[in-house]
C-alpha cells in the first residue's frame, strides 16, 4: 500500500494553520539557558510567547546551544510533546519524529533512520544517551526502545535527536543519529514535592510511578523515583505463512507478556552531582525466535540494566567550564528457549551474558578568544567483565562460557571558529584506542551560515565508527564461529540543511543527505566450515531528502508535519535494503477544546512499502493515534485517555533471521487512561 492522497492533502494542507512549539530561547541570545533552565514566560505577550521558538540543545556540541547554530539537523521532543500525545516508550517518542521508524518483534524494539534499520542488528549505530551517559551495553550494543528501556518517559524533559555522524565527540555507536535523553530536575517538583501516576490499559496493563523531587533553601537538589509495568500481553496472534521458511502459519496463545521495574535516583550541590539508574525488564517471547520452538511458554527474556556516575562542574575562568565524570555500569541478559532436537525431544537452552565496566571522562570548554570556542577531553572504559555464556540446562550441556576484559580510551577535540557575526565553522576531530583491534580517528566539519536572522544554511561533513561487539567477535558454539579478526564499521556522512522561521509563527526545514558505510558486519556461512560467522562483507548507501514545517497558533493549538525519502541500497549489487522504507510522513496536531486545560493531539504515521528478510513485499500503513489530555481540571490532579491504532488496522513489521516466521503481526486498536496527581 502507497500512502495515500488523504495523508498527503492533509499535511500539506493543514499545517498552514498552525505554528511552532514555544521552546528555547529568544533569537539572537548570545549564551541561551537550557530549556530545564525555568525561565519565567508569565509575564510576555502573547506574541512574544510564540515566537520563543528555537529549541535547545545539548548534544551537538557538548555546550547548551540553539538548534540552528549546532553542526546538525537536530530535532527535540519535549516533555509537552510526550504528554499532549500520550507516548509510552522511548518508540512511541521516536516514531514520531522526522525520518525516523520503529519495528517490534514482540519481544524488542528496533530504531531505523534514514532508510537503515537491518533486520537483526540490535541498535548499535545509535548512540543512546541519558544526560550524557552512555546506555549502549558492550555484549550487543542494544538501544533499548520499549519496557526494557530502564527510564519512565514520565521523568523526561526532552529528547535531543542529532542526525548524522557523531564519532567526532562520543566515539563509538554514534554511527547515525545521538539520541540524548535530559531528565527532569528534583527543582521542578519544588512547591509540591511528590508526584504518583497510575494508568490501565489493554491486556490488562497497569503502570504505577512514585516521584519526589525537591530543591532546598542551601541549594542541594534531590530526585528519586521509582516505577513498575506489567502487562498480560496481547492473548491472541495470528501469524500468517511464511512459505519461504516452511511456516504454514499459525495462532499464539499467551506468553506475549511483560514485566518492568525501574528506579532513578539523582542528588546535586554546587556542581556535584550523583545519579543512579536501574531498570529490570522480563518478556515472555512465545513466538519463537532464536530458533526457539514456536507457541512455547517457556520461552522467556530479562534484561538488566544499570549504572551509577558521579560528576563534577565548575567554571574556573570567566566563561570556562570544567566537567568531570566517574562511573560504573552493569548489564545482564537471561535468555531462556526451548530448541527442538533431532533425538530426545526439546531441550532447554539458556543464553547468560554478563557485562560490569567501570570509566570516566574530563571536559574542558571554553572561548581561546572573541571568534573561537574550544571544548576538548579525555575519557576511557575498562571492562571489568565481559562474560558470554550459553549452556543447555538438561541434560547440562555447556557451550560457552569466557571472559574478555577489553580497555580503550580517547581523545577529542572540537573548535568553533567565528568567521563573521552571521558565518561559523565547526570542526572537531576524534582519536580512539581499542585493545581489541587498535586505533581510530574520526572528524566533523560543518560551516553554518546565518544570511538573514531567521534563516540558516548548513553544510555538514562527519565520519563515524561502530567497532564489533563482544557478540559479534568472540561468540561461538556448535553453530557459530568466532571471528577476533573484525574491523570497526565506518561511514561517511554528507549533508546539506536549511532552516527558515517566518511571520512569528512557523519553522521549516529541509536536507539533502548522502551516507556512504563500508565495512558492515554481517553475518555469513564461514566456507571453511558451513558454520555461521560474522564478517565485514557489505557496503550501504543512503541518500535522501527530509522536510518538516512546524506552527503554533494562539490557545495552545500547533502541529507539525514532516516527510522524509531515503534509497537505502546495498553498495556492492545495487538492490533495496530489506527493511527500508522509502517514504515516511508524519503529521502531529494538538488542538485545544477547553483552553488552556484540555486538549486533543492527533498523530498520523505513514510509512511506505518494505521488503522482509525472505525478500517479500510489506504493505505500507497509516497509523492513527489519540490523546485526550487535561491539565488540573482538578487541582494537581492531570488525566489523558489515548487511543493508539484508532481505526484498528492489521499490521506486521518483519524480522530477522532465526524466528519461525518473516512477518510478526502487531497489536490492534488499544487504549489506556492514565491519571497523575502532585501532592
Not at 263 to 283: D, E, H, I, K, P
Not at 333 to 357: F, I, K
Not at 522 to 542: E, F, H, S, W
Request: glycine fraction near 10%.
Amino acid at each position: 500500500m502507497h500512502l495515500g492522497v488523504l495523508l498527503t492533502t492533509g499535511i500539506l494542507g493543514g499545517v498552514a494553520l498552525f505554528a511552532p512549539p514555544a521552546e528555547g530561547a529568544p533569537a539572537g541570545a548570545t549564551n541561551p539557558p537550557p530549556a530545564t533552565s525555568g525561565t519565567d514566560f508569565t509575564n510576555l505577550e502573547l506574541d512574544e510567547l510564540l515566537a520563543i521558538r528555537i529549541p535547545i540543545v545539548y548534544g551537538a556540541s557538548k555546550h547548551d546551544q540553539k538548534t540552528t547554530d549546532a553542526p546538525a539537523a537536530v530535532s527535540v521532543v519535549t516533555r509537552e510533546d510526550i504528554q499532549d500525545y500520550g507516548y509510552r516508550t522511548l518508540a512511541d517518542i521516536l516514531n514520531g519524529v522526522r525520518g525516523f521508524y520503529t519495528i517490534f518483534d514482540r519481544g524488542y524494539s528496533y530504531l531505523g533512520d534514514r532508510g537503515v534499520n537491518r533486520l537483526g542488528d540490535l541498535g548499535g549505530r545509535s548512540l543512546i544517551l541519558v544526560d550524557g551517559h552512555r546506555l549502549n551495553d558492550p555484549i550487543f550494543e542494544t538501544a533499548n526502545l520499549g519496557y526494557d528501556f530502564p527510564l519512565d518517559v514520565d521523568l523526561i524533559e526532552r529528547v535531543e535527536v542529532i542526525r548524522g555522524a557523531g564519532s567526532a565527540l562520543y566515539g563509538n555507536n554514534a554511527f547515525f543519529d545521538v539520541i540524548n535523553i535530559i531528565t527532569r530536575s528534583g527543582g521542578e517538583f519544588t512547591g509540591h514535592g511528590a508526584e504518583a501516576a497510575t494508568s490501565y490499559g489493554s491486556f490488562d496493563t497497569y503502570t504505577g510511578r512514585f516521584s519526589y523531587g525537591q530543591r532546598s533553601t542551601n541549594g542541594v537538589e534531590t530526585l528519586v523515583s521509582g516505577s513498575y509495568v506489567t502487562t498480560a500481553g496481547n492473548p491472541v496472534l495470528n501469524y500468517p505463512a511464511s512459505p519461504a521458511l516452511g511456516f504454514p502459519g499459525a495462532v499464539q496463545h499467551g506468553g506475549d507478556g511483560q514485566t518492568a521495574r525501574n528506579v532513578l535516583l539523582s542528588v546535586s550541590y554546587n556542581g556535584f552531582s550523583l545519579q543512579g539508574l536501574y531498570g529490570l525488564r522480563t518478556a515472555g517471547l512465545a513466538n519463537g525466535p532464536y530458533g526457539a520452538v514456536f507457541n512455547d511458554p517457556r520461552n522467556t527474556a530479562a534484561d538488566e540494566r544499570s549504572y551509577l556516575e558521579a560528576r563534577f562542574n565548575r567554571e574556573f575562568a570567566p566563561d570556562w567550564r570544567i566537567d568531570i565524570r566517574a562511573y560504573a555500569d552493569h548489564f545482564a541478559y537471561d535468555g531462556s528457549y526451548v530448541l527442538p532436537q533431532p533425538v530426545g525431544g526439546p531441550t532447554q537452552n539458556r543464553e547468560a551474558p554478563r557485562a560490569n565496566w567501570t570509566g570516566g571522562e574530563l571536559q574542558v570548554s571554553g572561548p581561546l578568544a572573541e571568534a573561537h570556542r574550544l571544548t576538548f577531553g579525555v575519557d576511557g572504559r575498562w571492562d571489568l567483565e565481559q562474560r558470554l555464556m550459553n549452556y543447555d540446562v538438561a541434560p547440562y550441556q555447556l557451550y560457552i562460557n569466557e571472559n574478555h576484559t577489553p580497555v580503550n580510551f580517547g581523545a577529542f577535540a572540537q573548535e568553533e571558529y567565528h568567521f563573521a557575526p552571521h558565518l561559523t565553522l565547526n570542526a572537531g576531530l576524534r582519536l580512539d584506542y581499542f585493545s581489541s583491534f587498535g586505533s581510530t580517528a574520526n572528524p566533523r566539519v560543518g560551516l553554518i551560515y546565518h544570511p538573514w536572522e531567521e534563516t540558516t544554511f548548513k553544510a555538514l561533513f562527519g565520519q563515524a565508527y561502530r567497532t564489533p561487539n563482544a557478540y559479534e567477535f568472540y561468540y561461538h558454539d556448535p553453530g557459530n564461529d568466532a571471528n577476533p579478526a573484525l574491523r570497526p564499521e565506518t561511514i561517511r556522512s554528507y549533508e546539506l540543511v536549511a532552516e527558515q522561521s517566518f511571520a512569528r509563527h512557523y519553522r521549516l526545514t529541509g536536507s539533502l543527505f548522502y551516507e556512504d558505510v563500508d565495512d558492515l558486519i554481517t553475518q555469513t556461512i564461514n566456507p571453511a566450515d558451513g558454520l555461521d560467522i560474522y564478517q565485514n562483507v557489505n557496503q550501504v548507501n543512503v541518500r535522501g531528502a527530509e522536510a518538516e514545517l512546524e506552527a503554533r497558533w494562539a490557545f495552545g493549538l500547533r502541529a507539525r508535519a514532516s516527510y522524509a525519502y531515503a534509497i537505502a541500497v546495498d553498495g556492492q549489487t545495487g538492490q533495496w535494503l530489506a527493511n527500508s522504507p522509502r517514504h515516511l510522513a508524519k503529521l502531529q496536531l494538538t488542538a485545544p477544546l477547553y483552553p488552556p486545560k484540555v486538549s486533543l493531539s492527533v498523530e498520523l504515521l505513514g510509512t511506505s512499502d518494505v521488503v522482509s528478510g525472505t525478500g517479500d513485499r510489506v504493505p505500507g500503513r497509516v497509523v492513527a493515534n489519540l490523546n485526550l489530555y487535561a491539565r488540573e481540571l482538578v487541582k494537581n490532579l492531570d488525566l489523558s485517555v489515548g487511543i493508539a491504532n484508532l481505526l484498528n488496522q492489521q499490521f506486521y513489521d518483519p524480522v530477522a533471521p532465526g524466528f519461525a516466521q518473516d512477518l510478526i503481526p502487531l497489536n490492534g486498536r488499544t487504549f489506556r487512561v492514565k491519571a497523575t496527581y502532585r501532592f
